[in-house]
């Protein structure tokens, strides 16, 4: 059980388009989601959290314009990174949560790799 | 802010012998401190847990105690197996994930 998607695995694209990822819980109704950015053998780094039907709670630092999150159901949520550039190249986590917000246990998806020329 | 410090961050072991990573915490509020296991191009994956009521927990090769006087709390490894090669995280949680830095795991044949 628990188990988190993550569409597409692997993205490449030019600089000024947007890339829409996709986090989906499978088997569990996820009150909470998260997306996480890890760079090449750095840690994660918490970008935004999202609760279903209402509006992610923005990491300091992290654009909102740039990253927008969508989290439409109970089961799926989006990042579209908007006018990608080189440096948004990256390894995007989500992760999926129960209960409220950082109080509950993460199940976290495989990961998507950006790839911005 | 909250910050988990995690040490080695790297970690070379023969086959058979254990291995010991240790994290220490900043807030006193956390109350549940999870482990990951991330392989090469995949997502963390969940190892073993503890909550702040509970000293010291086991699953079958791996155990994890915790201090939360001192705010410490460590993952053990024993009987390593080349497959337990990964980079390990550690995390504390009070309101958000905080994670650890990160140790990268060798366990050679």
């Known amino acids: 059980g628990a188990v988190v998607s993550q569409h597409p695995s692997r993205v490449i694209c030019k600089s000024g388009t947007s890339v829409k990822i996709e986090c989906r819980s499978l088997?569990?109704?996820?009150?909470?989601m998260f997306w996480y950015r890890q760079f090449p053998k750095k840690s994660l780094m918490l970008m935004a959290t999202?609760?279903?039907?209402?509006?992610?709670?923005?990491e300091q630092g992290v654009e909102k314009d740039k990253f927008l999150i969508n989290h439409a159901s109970l089961t799926l949520s989006t990042l579209t990174v908007t006018s990608a550039h080189p440096e948004d190249s990256s390894f995007y986590i989500c992760?999926?949560?129960?209960?409220?917000?950082?109080?509950?246990?993460?199940?976290f998806g495989p990961g998507t790799r950006l790839t911005v020329l | 802010g909250e910050n988990v410090e995690q040490h080695p961050s790297t970690l070379s072991v023969q086959e058979g012998d254990s291995a010991v990573i240790k994290c220490t915490y900043s807030?006193?509020?956390?109350?549940?401190f999870p482990w990951y296991k991330q392989e090469l191009g995949k997502g963390p994956q969940l190892i073993i847990d503890?909550?702040?009521?509970?000293g010291e927990k086991k699953d079958q090769r791996i155990a994890v105690t915790l201090n939360k006087t001192a705010k410490h709390f460590s993952l053990h490894i024993t009987e390593t197996q080349p497959e337990d090669s990964a980079v390990y995280f550690c995390?504390?949680?009070?309101?958000?994930?905080?994670f650890g830095t990160g140790t990268r795991l060798q366990v050679f044949p």
């Open positions: 992760s999926a949560s129960e209960g409220l917000a950082g109080f509950d246990e993460q199940f």
């Open positions: 088997d569990f109704q996820a009150t909470t």
């Open positions: 999202s609760n279903e039907g209402s509006k992610a709670t923005y």
């Open positions: 807030d006193s509020a956390s109350n549940y």
């Open positions: 503890i909550r702040s009521n509970v």
């Open positions: 995390a504390a949680i009070w309101a958000k994930l905080i």
